[in-house]
């Protein structure tokens, strides 16, 4: 494949015109097009090339390269989207877990000031402030809580498996 082949591969894989492949470089449409007939661009533009389109500047020169090292420079695009999806999907069940995990360990300071607030309004309470922690108010932050903590436990065992 030679570097015209490759720079049209790269260019249409990558859903852009000549013209906005131009525009992303800073050079006319043009010149895009001679390119893509057959004259090779100068150092500066070919290592703009390598930067935009992430590979190397040995895949775009050399015209014996086979399939299987452009394979490589797709499957590393890929990987590099998969991977930046991953640590996306990592940090929100890492953070789920954790809102969770706070929301259980605060379970009896709430439990404590539901019962001053009861025993503030009414004049009476449960003697253990852990007999708040099932009722209305308290139970549905304890609920959130276990959901957050499931929630980002699976999605976290999912993110993992499939890397």
């Known amino acids: 494949?030679?570097?015209?082949?490759?720079?049209q591969r790269l260019r249409k894989q990558?859903?852009?015109?000549q013209e906005q492949l131009a525009e992303k470089l800073n050079v006319s449409?043009?010149?895009?097009?001679?390119?893509?007939?057959?004259?090779?661009?100068?150092?500066?533009?070919m290592v703009k090339l390598g930067r935009y389109f992430?590979?190397?500047l040995d895949y775009l020169m050399k015209d014996?390269?086979?399939?299987?090292?452009?394979?490589?420079?797709n499957n590393h695009n890929t990987d590099k989207k998969n991977s930046n999806?991953?640590?996306?999907e990592r940090c929100i069940s890492t953070t789920c877990i954790l809102i969770g995990g706070i929301f259980v360990l605060?379970?009896?300071?709430?439990?404590?000031w539901y019962q001053a607030f009861e025993f503030r309004n009414y004049h009476e309470c449960f003697t253990n402030s852990a007999d708040y922690i099932f009722r209305f108010p308290l139970?549905?932050?304890?609920?959130?809580?276990?959901?957050?903590?499931?929630?980002g436990t699976v999605f976290l065992y999912h993110s993992i498996r499939k890397h």
């Open 1 to 7: 494949m030679t570097f015209a082949e490759k720079l």
């Open 14 to 17: 990558n859903g852009l015109s």
């Open 29 to 45: 449409r043009q010149a895009v097009s001679k390119w893509e007939m057959g004259t090779i661009p100068d150092m500066e533009n």
């Open 54 to 56: 992430d590979c190397s």
């Open 64 to 73: 014996e390269v086979d399939d299987d090292n452009d394979q490589d420079t």
């Open 85 to 88: 999806g991953s640590i996306i």
């Open 106 to 112: 605060l379970m009896p300071l709430f439990a404590k």
């Open 139 to 151: 139970a549905c932050i304890l609920i959130i809580a276990v959901l957050l903590l499931g929630a």
